[in-house]
């Protein structure tokens, strides 16, 4: 069975520009959730789609949004990119809501902002 | 989410155990304990996880006290390619929180 796959796996943009990732999850999977993650932070969670829906939500502000299909497949999307926005971005997937539900990750997505 | 602790580095030989251990000591009854290691930046990848009792898969055993207060993560027989950051993670709700995790480095 395929992984996650992340695309692009590479990106570079320039300040204020805005960027759509996209995740496409193991096949039957259909929670999805995004991560953010830099040297000083860590890894830090985004937020967690279900059936279409955002349904947690992490500490960050309304620049980051994202969204998910029908085909449980997943964008996220940054709106006037700053220099701190460079990071690697993962995406993980399960079979369904619930911590007792394995995520299994993506390669990620690695972002620099100039 | 309950917080844990881990030891930023640990070295450990090729071939021999690598033991990792992880304090979680303000765990609560419904919180797993989920391992996941990340090598060199790339995705995060799932090892293990439980909530009370031992757990064993083809990668690694994961022994858990009885006051679930520690676990600690066992790889059998370390390879090189064992070399990687390892995180332990108490997880109740969705999402998970990560900690800088154990950087593990196998020497030959």
């Known amino acids: 069975k395929a992984g996650v796959t992340q695309t692009p796996r590479y990106l570079i943009k320039t300040r204020g520009q805005q960027v759509t990732l996209s995740c496409s999850p193991i096949s039957g999977h259909r929670s999805v959730s995004w991560y953010q993650q830099t040297p000083g932070q860590g890894l830090q969670f985004l937020f967690e789609y279900f059936s279409e829906t955002q349904r947690n939500k992490g500490n960050f502000p309304g620049r980051f949004s994202g969204r998910q299909f029908s085909n449980s497949r997943s964008e996220m999307n940054v709106s006037t990119l700053e220099l701190g926005d460079s990071a690697l971005y993962l995406c993980?997937?399960?079979?369904?809501?619930?911590?007792?539900?394995?995520?299994?990750f993506g390669p990620g997505t690695r972002l620099l902002v100039l | 989410d309950a917080k844990t602790t881990q030891p930023p580095s640990m070295d450990c030989a090729e071939g021999r155990a690598a033991n990792l251990p992880c304090n979680h000591s303000t765990i609560s009854g419904n919180e797993y304990v989920y391992w996941y290691r990340q090598i060199h930046s790339q995705g995060p990848q799932y090892i293990i996880h439980?909530?009370?009792n031992n757990e064993t898969n083809e990668m690694a055993s994961l022994i858990i006290t009885e006051d679930r207060k520690s676990s600690t993560l066992i790889l059998p027989h370390a390879t090189l390619r064992d070399t990687a950051v390892y995180y332990c993670?108490?997880?109740?709700?969705?999402?998970?929180?990560f900690g800088a995790g154990t950087r593990l480095t196998v020497k030959p």
């Open positions: 993670i108490v997880r109740y709700n969705n999402d998970m929180r």
């Open positions: 439980g909530l009370k």
């Open positions: 993980a997937s399960s079979l369904a809501q619930g911590y007792q539900e394995t995520q299994y």
